[in-house]
């Protein structure tokens, strides 16, 4: 079939309409008319692939990598670094109009982005022990993709990925760990590049970014664009108002450091013990606490200034939200990896006024988006 392709949503799939039902299309650009096939049907929708372009857009390009289509780790490629950031944006706008019901958007959303070749510092690989095999899943796939130079992926990653022995070795113990895909059976050997060594499992490297330098394991989550993240690090930081801060969903300390010396009180809250652990080292003087945001928030909720707030693809617990608001910090600083969870939780704000928001692009070639928010108390 053939359609026309209206916008773009979350995810970086395309909107259309047929017969008035909505249609998801992957791997098409607003504005171009494209030939598709429908992989899924869901009620009130349902989902294509673009077989064919009948009318390019003219930010469409040829993707490039090699594996693209066949690996699943890159989702969209069809258009440039700057393009990618800027369609992001514009999703981001139309989830806050559409499912956040705000009529405060602002005007000038800035975005941030960076190049598409070895940005990614931090990887997961999947090995096949058996079959002496190490890679990428491929797309929709179980199977193993072998890449012989990933684009994206950092110079010692880059390494990694083509010698394969140091990821076997670490594929063994991470099968004595039960470190294991039940659905495919391949051990996983996430990896993570800091400043001069890489790390395999839960030993901490070092990596600098805004003139801090970071103790992370490949075992946590940590940002993988270290040529983004300082923007995203500044929006936070010179955001943040008052002398209390609370870093919610804390992780290993990413926002909590930056107010290291400053007098300031912050409070971490992370419910992985693993991410308090190394936040202990990044952010020594923050007041630490391993728990889970909304349980925490019943029994020590308090009145501070600014509430950083950098939830999972899910969103904030309606108890956790509800908790926030109550609190009536004078500032909310919403991070996001999720535009729609991001603009379904401020629709419930009542009280706060989008100030300031942005987006970063850290995963450029993918449907992925970064959004940050800032509400303030009116």
């Known amino acids: 079939m053939a359609l026309r392709i209206e916008k773009m949503a979350s995810g970086a799939v395309g909107i259309a309409h047929e017969d008035g039902r909505t249609v998801l299309v992957m791997g098409a650009l607003p504005g171009e008319l494209v030939e598709c096939r429908t992989v899924e049907i869901k009620p009130g929708y349902s989902v294509a692939e673009t077989i064919g372009v009948i009318e390019a857009s003219p930010l469409r390009i040829e993707p490039r990598c090699p594996y693209y289509g066949i690996c699943g780790g890159c989702d969209f490629q069809i258009v440039s670094e700057h393009d990618s950031a800027c369609i992001k944006a514009d999703v981001l706008r139309d989830n806050l ?211 950083i707030v950098d939830p999972p693809r899910t969103g904030l617990a309606p108890e956790a939200l509800d908790l926030i608001v109550s609190w009536k910090p004078e500032r909310i600083i919403y991070v996001s990896c999720n535009s729609s969870t991001l603009s379904r939780d401020v629709c419930r704000m009542q009280g706060y006024a989008i100030s300031k928001a942005a987006v970063f692009d850290f995963y450029p070639g993918t449907g992925h988006d970064e959004s940050a928010l800032v509400l303030d108390r009116v």
């Open 97 to 307: 109009r559409r499912i956040g019901k705000r009529d405060d958007i602002p005007a000038d959303i800035p975005v941030y982005y960076g190049p598409f070749n070895g940005y990614r510092h931090r990887a997961r690989f999947h090995v096949d022990l058996s079959g002496g095999k190490w890679g990428f899943l491929g797309r929709k796939s179980s199977s193993i993709v072998q890449i012989e130079n990933c684009p994206v992926i950092s110079s010692r990653l880059k390494e990694l990925l083509a010698d394969g022995s140091a990821l076997m070795k670490a594929a063994r113990s991470a099968m004595f760990s039960n470190r294991v895909n039940r659905q495919t059976g391949f051990a996983e050997v996430c990896a993570f590049e800091g400043d001069s060594e890489v790390s395999l499992g839960d030993e901490d490297v070092g990596i600098t970014i805004c003139g801090i330098t970071y103790s992370v394991s490949a075992s946590v989550f940590f940002q993988s664009n270290p040529i983004v993240l300082p923007h995203l690090l500044e929006f936070v930081r010179d955001n943040a108002c008052g002398e209390s801060i609370m870093d919610l969903y804390s992780g290993v300390g990413t926002f909590s450091s930056l107010f290291e010396g400053s007098g300031k009180r912050v409070y971490a809250v992370e419910r992985s013990k693993g991410c308090l652990k190394l936040s202990k080292k990044n952010a020594p003087s923050a007041l630490s606490f391993t728990a889970d945001v909304a349980l925490w928030g019943k029994k020590n909720g308090r009145h501070v200034d600014t509430v």
